[in-house]
C-alpha cells in the first residue's frame, strides 16, 4: 500500500522545492534572472527525486512526469542562459591580443537573446508544477535504504556514461553524463541525513556538475561561434575557447576517476 503524500519523504522534499521555488512569482510577478534559476534547478532535482520511484512507479507514468518537468525547463530556458554567455565571453576575450570587434561581440549575444518570462508565464508555471504534484507517484514506505535501488542504478548510469564520454571524448557523452551526475548528488542530497557534513561522494559529485557545467556553456558557445561567419577575432577566439575545453575536459576526467575509479576508462 502507497503512503499518503504527507507520509512520502520524497513528496514532501518535491512539495517543499517547488513551494520555494514559486515564492518570487505567487503574487503574479514575472520571474528575474534569479528566480528562473532556482525553478530550473527545482525541475531537476524533481526529475532526480522521481527516478528514485523506478523499483515502485511504472515507467510510462514516470516518463510523463519527467516530460512535464523537462517542458517547464524549456519555457524558462534562455534568460539567465544569456548572462553567462556575456561572463564567458568576456573572460575569453580578456586572453586575446586584441579586442574582440563589437560586432561579433553584438552577434554572440543576438544569438543568446531569448524573450524575458511575463507574468502570464508566471501563472503557467505555478500551475504546470501544481499538476506535477498532483500527479506524484508515493512509495510504499518511507524507509530510506529502499530508495537505495534506485540511487545505485543512477551512479551506475552515471559511471557508465562517465566511461563512454572518457573514452570517446564526444562532448554529448559529457553533456548526457551531467545529466545523471546531477541526478547522483540530488539524491544523495535527498537521502543523507542532514545532520551530518557531506561525506567525499557528495563533494566529488558537486565539483563534477560544476566542471561539466562549465563544459556545456563552452561547447554552447562554440556552436555560436561555428554559425558566425570567418573573421580574424572569431577563429583567435574559438582557438582560446578549444583550449580552455581540452583542459575542462582534463579536469573532469581526473574527477571521473576520483569518483569512480579507475576501472574501465582508457583515457
Known sequence: MALTPD?????????????????????????????????RVCCKRLRALLQLYRPYAGHQRLRQLDQQ??????????????HV?????????????????????????QASHARAPSSTDSEHLIA???????DWPHSATGAADHWQIGLQRTIKRARKLARSA???DQ????????????YALYQREQLHDARLP?????????RLGERLGELQDLCN??????????????????????????????????????????GGFRC
Request: overall charge positive.
Open 7 to 39: 507520509a512520502d519523504p520524497l513528496y514532501q522534499a518535491a512539495r517543499n522545492r517547488v513551494r520555494a521555488a514559486l515564492l518570487p512569482i505567487v503574487n503574479g510577478a514575472a520571474p528575474d534572472a534569479d528566480a528562473v534559476h532556482q525553478l
Open 69 to 82: 518537468l523537462r517542458q517547464i525547463a524549456k519555457t524558462l530556458a534562455g534568460s539567465r542562459d544569456l
Open 85 to 109: 554567455q556575456q561572463q564567458l565571453i568576456k573572460q575569453l576575450a580578456s586572453t586575446l591580443d586584441t579586442p574582440l570587434s563589437p560586432a561579433l561581440n553584438s552577434r554572440l549575444l
Open 128 to 134: 504546470a508544477f501544481a499538476a506535477v504534484l498532483a
Open 166 to 168: 572518457c573514452n570517446s
Open 171 to 182: 562532448d554529448a557523452l559529457y553533456h548526457r553524463c551531467r545529466k545523471w551526475i546531477k
Open 198 to 206: 557531506a561525506d567525499r561522494q557528495m563533494t566529488l559529485l558537486t
Open 221 to 262: 558557445l562554440e556552436a555560436q561561434l561555428q554559425r558566425s561567419p570567418a573573421s580574424t577575432d572569431r577563429d583567435a577566439l574559438a582557438a582560446r575557447l578549444e583550449q580552455r575545453k581540452h583542459h575542462c575536459k582534463r579536469r573532469i576526467i581526473r574527477l571521473f576517476i576520483r569518483t569512480f575509479g579507475r
